[in-house]
Every structure is written in C-alpha cells, then in structure tokens.
C-alpha cells in the first residue's frame, strides 16, 4: 500500500485543521492505520492511531486526547486526523503510518509499522 498525507498548513493557535492519509493500492480498512508526528529538534511521536477493520476503538497520545480525532471513511480510502484547539507545541511534520499485521500493543509503536507516508507540516502560530 502506498500512502499519501496531505492536509498540512499554517494556522493560529486555537484553530482547526484536518489532515489525511490517502492509500493506494490496498483497501486502507485493512491496515492498522496511525498518524506520528516530528516537531523540530524532537523525536517523532505517537499522535493517533486505529487498529485495521475497526471505525471506532481509537488510541490518542494523552497529549491530543480531547482535541484531535482519527476517523476513517472507508469509500474515500482515507484516514483523517481532524485537530481542534491547537496549540504551538502541536507544530510538526504529522506522518501517517500502516501496517496489515498490527496487534493492539503494538499500536503505538513506531517499529511495528511497515508503510509509512510522507509528512505534511502543520504550523500552529501563537
């Protein structure tokens, strides 16, 4: 599966953006699909993730738990991360990731993933 993210861009602290992870290749349903992020000077990290099949049974790092929620639409092949209330420190290049194979424990594993996209940036200005 190849995937594409996009969705990126700048926008003010306590804004809106969503972004999303187009597949193809394979029908994305079923991938364990997670979106990872890299801030500046920072390792990447965990943000969101859903395991493959599911359109529920979502897992958030306990940084975005409230504020951004990963959805997938099945016809479209895409995985969306929509983020609310953001914040400066939410800037970073946001990466999506799947894999066919995924087990819950490993979901918020960066190793456990075999495809990954490139990033798009989001900027949140103060």
């Known amino acids: 599966v190849q995937l594409q993210a996009s969705g990126g861009g700048l926008v003010q602290a306590g804004g809106s953006l969503r972004v999303s992870c187009v597949a193809s290749g394979r029908p994305l349903r079923s991938y364990a699909t997670s979106w990872f992020r890299q801030g500046a000077g920072k390792e990447r990290e965990f943000v969101a993730g859903?395991?493959?099949?599911?359109?529920?049974?979502?897992n958030y790092a306990e940084s975005v738990q409230g504020r951004f929620t990963i959805s997938r639409d099945n016809a479209k092949n895409t995985v969306y991360l929509q983020m609310n209330s953001l914040r400066p420190e939410d800037t970073a290049v946001y990466y999506c990731?799947?894999?066919?194979?995924?087990?819950?424990?490993?979901?918020?594993?960066?190793?456990?993933?075999?495809?990954w996209g490139k990033g798009t940036q989001v900027t949140v200005s103060s």
């Open positions: 859903i395991k493959q099949f599911s359109g529920g049974n979502a």
């Open positions: 990731a799947a894999d066919s194979s995924m087990i819950s424990s490993n979901l918020r594993s960066q190793s456990a993933y075999a495809y």
